[in-house]
């Protein structure tokens, strides 16, 4: 089952294993895994090896251990995450034509906010990408993502607007933000800056929508924040039985 002539580490491959059965479904959410003797004999290597993977797992979030009882898939898995529908999945339902452009890209201070936000410490930087995206050839969401420097210092070498942020992400860092991350939305409604408001070429104090989205990974750690501006004069949003969702007006 593992390939001891590689130079993948053991105790990688069991992680890979594992990701894979609970990605896959095969373990459920609440399941509980066999005991550290079995899964010694199951892949042929030694304790420390198989409790180097459990921890691990245990650490990202896939796996509570329940003192006197054992390790088990980390229940709030089945949970749905509370995310606003993706910009270019809402164009494509909609049938609108969507890219993006890249404005900037740069390392700046932390401020306060995302020092608070993405548990950085003081001193610490984070890359500031600046995007906007565009419906049927108009600017309609002006982008803002946070990323914490020294796990997204890769963002300075790459257009982000040549493939999606969650495959980019992945490629990088082997996380898949869509399995793998939880996410915590705020909407509010705010007039637009003249820096924005150029942007998205609407006026100076046109109503737009903001979308401030906190991504963090299984285990509770912060992992970046995006903040999105929606122009007013683009969308609305329909209340449904899950909250509230965007909608680009018709022409």
């Known amino acids: 089952m593992l390939n001891k002539n590689?130079?993948?580490?053991?105790?990688?491959?069991?992680i890979d294993y594992m990701h894979e059965k609970i990605e896959s479904g095969e373990y459920k959410p609440g399941d509980m895994l066999p005991s550290e003797a079995s899964l010694c004999e199951e892949f042929g290597v030694s304790r420390i090896t198989v409790r180097n993977a459990i921890q691990y797992l245990t650490d990202e979030g896939y796996i509570v251990k329940r003192h006197g009882k054992g390790s088990f898939i980390n229940d709030k898995l089945s949970k749905p995450a509370s995310r606003f529908i993706r910009f270019t999945e809402l164009c494509k339902e909609q049938g609108v034509a969507t890219y993006n452009q890249t404005v900037s890209v740069e390392e700046i201070p932390a401020t306060h906010e995302l020092i608070r936000k993405l548990d950085l410490a003081?001193?610490?930087s984070v890359i500031l990408m600046t995007q906007l995206r565009y419906a049927n050839y108009k600017p309609a969401v002006l982008l803002r993502g946070y990323f914490p420097a020294d796990t997204f210092g890769f963002l300075l070498e790459e257009d982000p607007a040549k493939q999606e942020l969650a495959k980019l992400i992945l490629a990088h860092s082997g996380i898949d933000i869509d399995t793998r991350c939880g996410y915590s939305d705020v909407m509010s409604v705010s007039a637009a800056k003249k820096e924005d408001a150029e942007l998205l070429k609407i006026k100076t104090g046109s109503p737009v929508y903001?979308?401030?989205?906190?991504?963090?990974?299984?285990?509770?750690?912060?992992f970046f924040m995006l903040k999105e501006m929606l122009s007013?004069?683009?969308f609305d949003f329909?209340?449904?039985?899950?909250?509230?969702?965007?909608?680009?007006?018709?022409d």
Do not use: H, R
């Not at 590689?6 to 069991?14: A, E, K, N, R, V």
């Not at 903001?210 to 912060?222: R, W």
């Not at 329909?238 to 018709?250: R, Y």
């Open 6 to 14: 590689t130079y993948i580490p053991l105790y990688q491959q069991i």
């Open 122 to 124: 003081y001193g610490e």
């Open 210 to 222: 903001m979308l401030t989205e906190t991504v963090s990974q299984m285990s509770g750690k912060s």
């Open 232 to 234: 007013g004069s683009m």
């Open 238 to 250: 329909e209340l449904t039985e899950t909250g509230a969702m965007p909608v680009i007006k018709a």
